[in-house]
Every structure is written in C-alpha cells, then in structure tokens.
C-alpha cells in the first residue's frame, strides 16, 4: 500500500521513511518541541516577524509560504536556548535548510533576531508575555 508524503509530495510505501522527514536527535528533543509553550512561542515569533522570512526581508524579498521558526544555537547544544527569543528567527524553507547545513552565519541570523527583538522594544511592546 502506498501513501502520499507530506513532506516532499511524492507516494512512498506505507512504513517507509521520507529522507525529508525532519528527526530530532533525541526524545528529549522531541519532547520540548511538543510542549504548549514551544507552541505559543512558535506563534508569538512568527508574528513578530509578521509571518514573513527574516533573511528574505533583508535582501529586499517577501517571502510568507511555508515560514519555521529555527533555533540559531540548536537546542541538543544549549536546552536554556528553547524559548528564547533572540535564539529564534522565522525562516522560509530554503533558508532553513541553508540553516542547518551552516550555510548562513549564525551571527547573521543572531543579528537579524536582535534587530527583530530591537523594533519591538521601540514600539513599546514588552519582551514578556503573560
């Protein structure tokens, strides 16, 4: 039996694993990013990035289909890094796969978090959610 996979859209037998199908490193890992605050904080970035990717807009591009939200220092390397804020920058698929295989500067995607982080202290808009 055959099923059509969500992830790279062509049909792959049932049971089969996508090679597209992102894996976590460890069921710790998985289990953080299952949490209803990983979840609203998935949310609350992409807002504060207006649903648009971030290394797009700074090349002048508008990009809002199919945008993530990246951990620039991995969780498996720093868990306190989870759900904050300048650790995190919304991306489209592209530029986060370029993300993971370091082919984008961590600074790069650091500095485009603060500065995302920056226009929200100038609009008086509190860091903290309650």
């Known amino acids: 039996m055959y099923k059509s996979c969500a992830r790279c859209g062509k049909v792959h037998l049932v ?5 597209k199908m992102r894996t ?3 069921a710790e890992e998985r289990k953080l990013r299952s949490t209803w605050k990983w979840t609203e904080k998935s949310k ?7 649903h648009l990717c971030e290394v797009c807009r700074a090349e002048g591009i508008i990009t809002y289909d199919n ?6 220092v991995k969780v498996k ?12 920058i919304c991306l489209c698929q592209e530029h986060h796969k370029q ?17 995302r982080e920056g226009g929200f202290l100038a609009t008086g808009e509190s860091l903290q959610r309650s």
């Open 15 to 19: 049971g089969h694993e996508c090679p």
């Open 24 to 26: 976590y490193a460890t």
């Open 44 to 50: 609350e970035i992409r807002e504060r990035a207006n």
């Open 67 to 72: 945008i993530e939200v990246h951990h620039i």
């Open 77 to 88: 390397n720093d868990r306190s890094k989870l759900l904050d804020n300048e650790n995190l």
């Open 99 to 115: 993300a993971d295989k370091n082919q984008i500067d961590q600074e790069y995607l650091q500095k485009l978090s603060r500065d």
